[in-house]
């Protein structure tokens, strides 16, 4: 991983030098991507910067990368993990001079042009300029691990980066939060792609390319999960056989790279399945990290210690106490640029901290499995509530959702709550959205914090409707559980779990993340799995658990789902909260930006801050959003000086 940046500007008339001023700023911005090295280059009519993670080809692999014969110059974020294999077959069109995966890119693009996206497997956000048309191409891999934001400019430029703070560093366009975005994330954990918190600022869409030429910008998808195929036809044991030959054939992709890799330990099936496959790879050499809690309900270091014990890698664990989560979270905010309604982010950035803290630069993680094999309750609930829409009257059926939820209350057990709380939209279970009304809605109770005003300036924008506009006709054709999976990835996988909570708290601290379960293959042979071996019954993940069996401890086959969390309330509120929570959720920090009811929050924390309060999740989400936003407008609405820019370590040539 890295961090890229750029922008077009008029050719000729002597701009290179403000340019390269401009660029110098926009890498420095993001110097926490890379530290390892930082280049930038000025070409005639673009500007092209990278901040580099040395991961493969340490010594070759300098970008920006420029083939001398077309001039065709590339700046890349990420891996491209079959660049073995593509290495091999464009051998003999093109003359390589490094071993990196980079240079891959500028073959494969001269080779088959844009649609080269199309064979790599891995994870990416590219910019290339060919100078040939004076067209600048950029693309982000299938599921949107690697992010690209871009700004359209006046006099018919383009900039891009990494990340937000890339644009506004350059000086080319100036931060103001995006209402419409930020509703859109109160409801659904993120903007909807192109959407972003920022006004003027968009971010490609996961398995899209743009070309930008002319002044004329146009995106395309060149991908999509397809979770509406026929399911296979082979025996039980085939698919399961099918299914180890995928994940291990990503697991040893991903295990590629000059420098060691190591893995996250959760405690959960995911991680301790990938743990138990990348051990097996790497003869015995695996090192694993954790993140444990001092507060017992959120503390998984009990089954995290069994695998670690049972697979014999070199286990470390970082604790976290509530007073640490509320230091990390303006960091948090920082990197993700965005609102968030929960604090499971801050341990990830504390985590990629201690990851490099200990020499190490790349993990695998887990993401994606509950996606790809059905592992959420919420596709629990969906096939429930499906059931439950037959016969919309039945008192017994909704009892059902007590086996999903067995820690409800006695009250909240009461048929009758069960029947108002998740019996919205039984009278149109074909809906596109139905599989997430209920998470939606429950997410929406944030509103009624908003202020007034605010409130009024986007009375118009509904975020369900914005995302399912975005959604392929052909999707609603689709099996109830295929359309919630669909939705599933592309919302909160997409916008929070891989962005907010992943590259952001990764990169924040150098590291990179690697996704076995969202390899290609991986995911589209688990599209063609017939659910009643993904969700048997209600057993999530049952194939992969059979696949598992043998492989991880039998404890954690048979541990119940734990659904990770971290402190909220306790964390901003409770004795331990720093500084800045009090300044900015005091009641006139809250006026001055705007987005939340001053009077409204008080009134919340002062309902938190109680001895013995109960802490329900509705209000906990509505108290991290409201800080969170307010974090956001502090971080990037308020004056600041520009990043410090080492020259000494950015290279600028012009040509």
């Known amino acids: 991983m890295c961090g890229i940046a750029g922008f077009t500007y008029p050719a000729g008339g002597g701009a290179g030098a403000e340019a390269g001023e401009r660029l110098v700023r926009m890498t420095a911005s993001i110097r926490h991507r890379g530290p390892d090295a930082q280049r930038a280059l000025v070409l005639n009519g673009v500007a092209l910067g990278h901040t580099r993670l040395s991961i493969v080809d340490l010594e070759g692999g300098h970008q920006p990368m420029r083939d001398a014969a077309t001039g065709l110059t590339v700046v890349f974020n990420g891996e491209i993990f079959n660049h073995v294999e593509l290495r091999e077959q464009l051998a003999g069109r093109y003359a390589f001079r490094t071993r990196s995966d980079t240079e891959v890119i500028l073959a494969a693009f001269l080779t088959w042009g844009i649609d080269c996206v199309r064979r790599f497997e891995g994870q990416w956000a590219f910019a290339l300029w060919d100078p040939r048309d004076a067209t600048l191409w950029m693309s982000r891999d299938r599921v949107g691990i690697c992010p690209l934001y871009y700004a359209e400019l006046p006099g018919g430029q383009l900039a891009f980066g990494s990340e937000a703070k890339a644009l ?350 969202l390899d290609t293959s991986v995911m589209e042979l688990a599209a063609r799995i017939p659910e009643r071996m993904r969700l048997k019954g209600l057993d999530e993940k049952h194939v992969l658990k059979r696949y598992a069996k043998g492989r991880v401890p039998a404890s954690i086959l048979e541990r119940s789902k734990f659904p990770y969390r971290a402190p909220i309330a306790g964390a901003l509120v409770g004795p331990e909260a720093p500084a800045w929570a009090r300044e900015l959720l005091a009641p006139e920090a809250v006026a001055k930006v705007g987005v939340f009811d001053a009077r409204k929050t008080e009134r919340l924390v002062a309902k938190l801050r109680a001895p013995n309060a109960a802490e329900s999740e509705a209000d906990t989400m509505a108290l991290f959003a409201i800080a969170s936003t307010q974090l956001l407008a502090h971080h990037f609405l308020t004056p600041r000086a520009p990043p410090r820019a080492d020259l000494d370590a950015v290279v600028l040539e012009a040509a």
């Open 168 to 517: 506004f560093a350059s000086g080319l366009v100036t931060p103001a939060l995006d209402a419409r975005g930020l509703k859109q994330t109160f409801q659904l954990w993120s903007p909807v792609a192109p959407r972003t918190s920022f006004e003027g600022v968009r971010l490609l869409p996961p398995a899209h390319s743009a070309r930008f030429r002319a002044g004329v910008l146009e995106t395309f998808r060149y991908w999509d999960l397809d979770f509406g195929v026929e399911p296979s036809t082979a025996s039980d044991a085939r698919i399961q056989e099918e299914l180890g030959e995928a994940l291990e054939r990503a697991v040893r992709l991903r295990l590629r790279a000059d420098v060691p890799v190591a893995a996250y330990l959760s405690g959960g099936l995911d991680s301790s399945l990938l743990c138990a496959l990348a051990q097996g790879q790497l003869g015995g050499t695996l090192r694993t990290f954790s993140v444990g809690f001092a507060h017992a309900r959120f503390d998984e270091r009990e089954h995290q210690a069994a695998v670690a014990g049972e697979l014999r890698t070199e286990h470390r664990v970082v604790e976290m106490r509530d007073g640490d989560i509320g230091t990390l979270v303006p960091g948090v905010i920082f990197h993700a640029e965005q609102a968030m309604m929960r604090s499971a982010p801050a341990p990830f950035l504390r985590l990629s901290e201690w990851v490099r803290q200990n020499g190490i630069r790349v993990v695998l993680t887990g993401e994606g499995s509950d996606e790809m094999f059905l592992g959420y309750d919420l596709f629990k609930e969906t096939k429930v509530r499906q059931f439950w829409a037959r016969q919309p009257a039945s008192k017994w059926r909704p009892l059902l959702l007590r086996r999903l939820y067995p820690t409800l209350s006695v009250s909240q057990q009461n048929v009758e709550l069960l029947r108002e709380f998740f019996g919205m939209g039984l009278e149109d279970p074909g809906s596109l959205g139905f599989s997430h009304l209920v998470r939606w809605a429950n997410s929406g109770r944030i509103s009624r914090f908003l202020a007034p005003d605010f409130a009024a300036s986007v009375a118009d924008e509904e975020p369900t409707a914005s995302v399912l506009s975005t959604v392929p006709a052909h999707v609603a054709r689709w099996r109830p559980l295929a359309r919630a999976q669909y939705l599933e990835a592309k919302t909160l996988l997409s916008g929070y779990l891989l962005s907010a909570q992943g590259d952001r708290m990764l990169l924040g601290n150098a590291v990179e993340g690697r996704f076995p379960f």
